[in-house]
């Protein structure tokens, strides 16, 4: 059959920062450095930058294809840096600095990494690893401070470039980006986006049931750019023209001060960063400013958390992904009959992950992979296809999806019947008790909704006679008691009898993982050996 006659316009990523320019040369880029100063750019000046940055890299010698890494907290110049080497036909590689030196190393190595930018907060870091990382040819900072005399300064490297430069051309699927997830087990794999994906996930985020982005939009992601790149806000806002600020420092007071100088009405992070920043408000009476909407993910929301924003006129969007879906994969938008539903109603729905945007579809199976239905009992392993999911991990000799597309994200969950899924466990975490289920997620939200509760994670402890029970780990909020027994008898309202953790132990703080949740790994290791009253220690799982 003939094709239809309509063009064909490739979905590549310049095609956003081209949009940006010219339709919205003069919105404001704002950056808010980690020494407190704070600097302004557009759009304009950012594709500029961008098309000097391609120069630069060409001048270099990076080929189509090859990976320009960045070791950077959020600020403009990493996202310039972004369109700079994705616009030559180069593949941005997004460092977590919160690696570990031979998680570095190995990234670094496997990527193949040609250059790398980084900002000066991570030179020791930098000059520790050059001898680990042999592809590396070009180091360039972008923040260096004055007395400087490392490597080349970001602007210095573009300073012979006049921008006048026409992006590379090539196919929609194309790489453009790389994320390394940062696996329990084994070495970190990479999450290679296509120009396509990376387009069709920023068209469905602007959307107004994902993150409802428009051109009076003030955006300030708490997440930082190497975090599944920022939940996709780069990518999304030169569609929508949003303002964007962008902050390499994550403390409650910058936040509140950025909220209400730049008239922030969009904000997204992971709870600990919410956790943080309402512990600041209570304490200090700071305001949020003109915010209306954030998005949590990453982790549950507790619905502490989101009854605490909602109390102050915010809307919650509960969302969740991974870096292998680039990553949103759903979100909880309020469904028709939301105007029908009471408070608590809508706090329960939100509690849920959220539904599926148009693009990807969600099922869970069992573990010998029948599908389970949509029916709000059956749980099962969560499963996700779609365009913005990976289908292989980079230089992976498998798919990494059945052969129906069908990726197994590791998480436990429900699907209920009006769309929502709501995530009930890592399928490493759930406490197997007696046979049965128990999900940790749910125990810790009942346990963050009691006064004094700063922050709870429920691990399995292995039991003689029931396998694993579990134990329930608290930190308190700074001065305030929590009385053991009446934390129980407040969860004994919220969960299963069964569900009851033998045990609370106060903890002073909770490990976390490089993007910020909670590590049940290493939580486990601390609590190896440990015995519940009346009971021996026993082997437990890691
Ligand atoms: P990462 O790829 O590092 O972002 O981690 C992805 C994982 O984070 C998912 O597979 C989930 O286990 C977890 N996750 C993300 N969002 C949520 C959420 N809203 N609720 C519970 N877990 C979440």
Same mark, same amino acid.
């Given at each position: 059959m003939a094709l239809g006659a309509m063009q064909h316009w490739l979905l590549r990523v310049t095609s956003l920062i081209d949009h940006a320019e010219r339709e919205h040369p003069t919105r404001e880029i704002v950056s808010a450095w980690a020494d407190g100063s704070v600097t302004r750019t557009n759009w304009q000046e950012v594709a500029r930058n961008a098309r000097r940055m391609a120069q630069a890299l060409e001048a270099g010698g990076v080929g189509r294809g090859e990976r320009v890494a960045t070791l950077a907290m959020n600020h403009a110049r990493h996202l310039t840096a972004w369109y700079g080497a994705c616009g030559m036909g180069g593949v941005v590689h997004t460092i977590n600095p919160r690696l570990f030196p031979d998680q570095l190393t190995y990234i670094v190595n496997h990527a193949e990494d040609r250059v790398l930018l980084y900002d000066a907060l991570f030179a020791p870091l930098v000059e520790k690893m050059k001898p680990h990382w042999p592809t590396i040819e070009t180091y360039a900072c972008f923040d260096p401070p004055a007395g400087w005399s490392g490597d080349v300064a970001f602007e210095e490297w573009l300073a012979p470039f006049d921008g006048d430069y026409r992006w590379a051309e090539g196919d929609e699927r194309d790489p453009c980006g790389l994320c390394y997830t940062s696996g329990t087990t084994g070495n970190p794999k990479g999450v290679l986006y296509e120009h396509r994906s990376t387009i069709l996930h920023a068209m469905a985020e602007v959307s107004p049931d994902v993150m409802g982005l428009s051109a009076r939009s003030v955006a300030l992601p708490i997440v930082p750019m190497f975090h599944a790149n920022a939940w996709g806000l780069p990518w999304a806002a030169p569609i929508a023209g949003c303002k964007l600020v962008l902050s390499a420092d994550y403390r409650p007071e910058r936040m509140c001060a950025l909220f209400r100088d730049e008239g922030v009405t969009h904000s997204a992070g992971v709870p600990t960063v919410w956790i943080e920043m309402i512990a600041f408000i209570e304490r200090t009476g700071a305001d949020l400013g003109p915010l209306e909407q954030v998005v949590i993910g990453g982790s549950a929301a507790p619905r502490a958390m989101i009854e605490w924003l909602r109390a102050r006129g915010i809307a919650v969007g509960h969302a969740w992904g991974m870096t292998e879906t680039s990553p949103i994969g759903t979100i909880g938008a309020p469904p028709a009959n939301w105007g029908e539903m009471d408070e608590a109603a809508q706090v329960a729905f939100i509690s849920r992950q959220g539904r599926v945007p148009f693009g990807v579809e969600l099922r869970i199976v069992d573990d010998e992979g029948r599908v389970l239905p949509r029916d709000g009992?059956? /749980?099962?392993?969560? #499963?996700?296809?779609?365009?913005?999911?990976? #289908?292989?991990?980079?230089?992976?000799?498998?798919?990494?999806?059945? !052969?129906?597309?069908?990726?197994? =994200?590791?998480?436990? !969950?429900?699907?209920?019947?009006?769309? =929502?899924? #709501?995530? =009930?466990?890592?399928?490493?975490?759930?406490?197997?008790?007696?046979?049965?289920?128990? /999900? /940790?997620?749910?125990?810790?939200? %009942?346990?963050?909704?009691?006064?004094?509760?700063?922050? %709870? !994670? %429920?691990i399995g402890i292995a039991h003689p006679k029931w396998d694993e029970r579990p134990l329930l780990c608290v930190v308190r909020k700074p001065g305030a008691e929590v009385c053991p027994d009446a934390l129980r008898a407040h969860l004994a309202g919220q969960v299963a009898k069964w569900w009851l953790p033998d045990a609370i132990e106060f903890v002073d703080d909770l490990p976390h993982t490089a993007t910020g949740k909670i590590s049940k790994k290493q939580l486990r290791e601390r609590f190896t050996g440990y015995a519940f009253a009346g009971t021996e220690a026993m082997t437990g799982r890691d």
């Open positions: 009992e059956a /749980s099962g392993r969560l #499963q996700i296809r779609g365009p913005w999911v990976v #289908q292989r991990y980079f230089k992976a000799e498998e798919d990494a999806v059945d !052969a129906d597309g069908w990726f197994d =994200t590791g998480d436990v !969950a429900i699907l209920h019947p009006d769309g =929502t899924m #709501q995530i =009930t466990d890592r399928s490493k975490d759930v406490i197997k008790s007696g046979g049965e289920w128990i /999900s /940790s997620i749910e125990l810790e939200n %009942a346990a963050l909704g009691f006064p004094g509760v700063l922050e %709870a !994670a %429920a």
